[in-house]
């Protein structure tokens, strides 16, 4: 009984995540344009330049990160904030199953999926998309990370890169304990995390006066493993169950803000 009503309530919410995420905009205003950017960008270690990350959870664990791609399959900006919330709470990522990125492109929507590096410089913006918006005051911007297609933009090439079409997320890397203790970190997942509905941090006002607009976002990649027992997270990625995996999901959902 118990099954069944998990199955249930996981259509159910995945029927209304979709729902949510084609709600934008079909009509567009001549002259318009909003470009939305991307970086990586940690909250408290200090800026790095491109290439392997070393930074210190909260935990007091070291993290060396040789490989990090995240995907954002769509960004949606919006007139009405008020469901959004300072965090994500963490359900969604339990309920829903894998399902591809690739969605229809909207006036107040990108359609094509971008495959973030979050090992190119700190603070290095990167546009995912422009937008060509009705005029209107816009508060928040909903990004989804669903799987990459093969349509998606900035696909990993070269040896030694992860095939990343099927995949929301790669992350390769190392770790040492607060104790001394050494591992590795790997995490390949298809699955969708839970979309970041982020408050603007002033109303994007787009007008007759006012044509364009610009939304950057970081992503703190240092705040991942926060209250993440990596001794555990190796065994749990690979079963994309426990209670390590999904604050590491959460922690990501949580690390998108703007800057």
């Known amino acids: 009984m118990i099954f069944k009503f998990t199955k249930v309530l996981a259509a159910t919410v995945f029927s209304v995540y979709l729902a949510a995420c084609s709600s934008s905009s079909t009509t567009s205003s001549a002259g318009t344009q909003v470009t939305i950017n991307v970086a990586p960008s940690p909250a408290i270690a200090a800026a790095m330049p ?17 490989k990090a791609y ?28 894998e399902a591809n990125a690739h969605t229809t492109a909207t006036p107040t929507s990108t359609g094509e999926p971008y495959v973030v590096n979050l090992l190119t410089v700190d603070g290095g913006l990167s546009s995912i998309g422009s937008l060509s ?25 070269g040896t030694g890169e992860p095939d990343m079409i099927g ?8 770790y040492t304990l607060a104790d001394g203790k050494t591992g590795n970190i790997a995490v390949s997942t298809g699955e969708p995390l839970q979309s970041r509905e982020l408050l603007l941090n002033a109303l994007m006002m787009i007008s007759a006066g006012s044509l364009n607009g610009t939304i950057n976002i970081g992503i703190n990649y240092d705040r991942w493993f926060d209250a993440v027992d990596l001794s555990l997270l190796e065994s749990e990625s690979a079963a994309k169950a426990g209670d390590n995996y999904n604050q590491l999901l959460l922690n990501i959902t949580n690390s998108i803000h703007q800057i």
């Open 50 to 66: 491109a290439g392997a990350k070393t930074f210190t959870s909260d935990l007091g664990d070291s993290v060396t990160l040789t």
């Open 70 to 97: 995240l995907v954002i399959s769509s960004a949606t900006i919006e007139t009405s904030c008020t469901a959004f919330s300072a965090a994500a709470d963490g359900l969604l990522n339990l309920l829903i199953p």
């Open 133 to 157: 918006p009705p005029v209107g005051d816009y508060c928040g911007v909903d990004i989804d990370m669903l799987a990459a297609d093969a349509d998606a933009s900035n696909l990993p090439a």
């Open 167 to 174: 995949k929301t997320l790669f992350i390769e890397g190392t």
